[in-house]
């Protein structure tokens, strides 16, 4: 059983262009929700996260959007760069566990 | 602050053969959980280690233990490896003081053959 939907599996973009990546939970205990970066060769390290009390959290060129009512969150990566090129995990955790709930990754690729 | 350290980076075994894993986490943490990381399953629970305890567990058989110390340092062993066994094993480190963020080491990627 899948707790959190992960799309798409892969993406490429355009040097410039906008990434985007959709989630989608059911469990509404959920209240925690971070997106990790991961880059060949390495393990995921927290790049953003949300708590559903506000609709969108802004960082830089990265925007995490959340729906509550939708049980949907996604990621935004604005004017993206080759450097981030790698694979993004959306994540949720419940009660102050340290155990997030991953998504199954969404590979990205930035054309130059 | 140093972050995790996992040794060893790459290991290749036998089928039937068994393995152990070694996660050193940030200095002051105090729980430690184990993901196991395949390109079809993305990234697995396997258990979570709080003050040597093992607080939660994932669905895995049982030839997935761990392990943690009274430094907080913690050992994962896998024993009758499968070839399905190869993977990349992630270990997280995590604190109340620092919310409820999983820092990651980079790994140890297992092959199995």
């Known amino acids: 059983q899948q707790q959190v939907k992960q799309s798409p599996q892969s993406l490429i973009v355009q040097k410039g262009g906008i990434s985007i990546i959709n989630c989608a939970y059911e469990n509404t205990a959920f209240d925690y929700f971070p997106w990790y970066q991961q880059f060949p060769g390495k393990g995921p390290a927290l790049l953003i996260a949300i708590r559903p009390d506000v609709s969108e959290k802004k960082e830089g060129r990265f925007t995490i959007s959340f729906n509550k009512s939708a049980k949907q969150f996604s990621l935004h990566i604005m004017d993206s760069q080759p450097g981030d090129s790698a694979t993004y995990f959306c994540?949720?955790?419940?009660?102050?566990?340290?155990?997030?709930?991953f998504g199954r990754g969404t590979s990205l690729i930035v054309h130059p | 602050k140093a972050g995790v350290t996992q040794t060893p980076r790459y290991l290749i075994k036998t089928r039937g053969q068994q393995v152990t894993l070694s996660c050193s986490p940030i200095?002051?943490?105090?729980?430690v959980s184990w993901y196991q990381q395949t390109p079809g399953q993305g990234l697995q629970f396997l258990f979570e280690y709080f003050s040597e305890t093992q607080r939660n567990k994932g669905n895995f058989p049982g030839r997935f233990s761990g392990r943690q110390f009274s430094n907080s340092r913690s050992e994962m062993n896998v024993s009758t490896l499968e070839l399905g066994d190869s993977a990349l094993y992630l270990c997280?480190?995590?604190?109340?003081?620092?919310?409820?963020?999983?820092?990651f080491g980079q790994g140890t990627r297992l092959t199995v053959v």
């Open positions: 997280a480190s995590s604190s109340p003081n620092e919310g409820t963020e999983a820092f």
């Open positions: 200095s002051g943490h105090r729980s």
């Open positions: 994540a949720a955790t419940a009660g102050g566990s340290y155990i997030p709930t």
